[in-house]
């Protein structure tokens, strides 16, 4: 199962923020899970792999530089994903019965709504990885397009042997799409997939733009947090946001198939490194 579920929510008066409250968000989920089911809370917080849940930034007030300014009154969202039948079932849980209030780095904000439909909010939604896969799989489409376009909606990089590569090349892309889709989906794609992409795919055009993140590391349950002194020389993290477009050069109808599938999964999964801490927003286009 796949859901994403939207936290609206209100600021009762004006304050400052960090910009980047994305690990603080990631408290937050891992508390209100904890309320409902101690133990998967705690797998979820020692889990060293790819995490079965994406949460975004707080999209809420304006920022400058390093901070986030929120005026009293004003509305906004934080969205959470969950990729496994465990983590779906506490958001569908927190869809019918949100708290009435939630903090983030220490400020309170009051939660006015929730939602995983998409005909209410447009980054909402759920389901089956078997309705999801069945379009592209079961046959696939005639004549998939030889065109993916993707919007990335918060900062993007990936990782790759020590160093950060802030740009979308179409293996580090699918290939991070494939991991999560493996690890995650009952249904298992071809391995080459990866390969087919870096062979195959070529980045056709893209409008696109640096965004410079700071490592922060959790202070706490939503405490506010400090740099990460495991981030070696990177103090902070480049990434990039807006759109690209993937031209595939083999128009085999089943590779063709596989890519949809997974720029459709990519809605919920994010894409590249901490997507567990607002990073990695991505959705087809």
Known sequence: MLTSLILQLQAPAETNLPANLGRAGQSLLLRLIAAREATLA??????????PYTVSNLVLGKRAGGSLHVQGGQSGWLRFTGLTKAVSHHLIRL??????????DGYQFRVSGATLDPAV????????YQELAAPYLLGGRASPGSTL???FASPTTFRSQGRFLPLPQPELVFGSLLDRWQTFAPIALHPDTRRFAAAAVALSRYELR?????YV?????????????TAGPYPTLI????????????????WLNVLHLLAAFA????????TAAGLGQVRQI
Do not use: C
């Open 121 to 128: 909010h447009p980054w909402a939604g759920q389901i089956a």
């Open 267 to 274: 809605f919920y999964s994010g894409v590249g490194y901490q």
């Open 217 to 229: 590391k959790s202070g706490g349950a939503g405490g506010r947090g400090s740099r990460d002194e």
């Open 149 to 151: 376009r993707l919007e």
């Open 210 to 214: 640096t965004r410079g993140m700071p």
């Open 42 to 51: 705690q797998e979820l917080h020692q889990a060293e792999k790819a995490r």
């Open 95 to 104: 869809a019918e019965q949100p708290p009435e209030s939630v903090e983030l």
């Open 239 to 254: 990434g990039f946001t807006g759109r690209a477009s993937f031209a595939v050069l083999n128009r085999d109808r089943y």
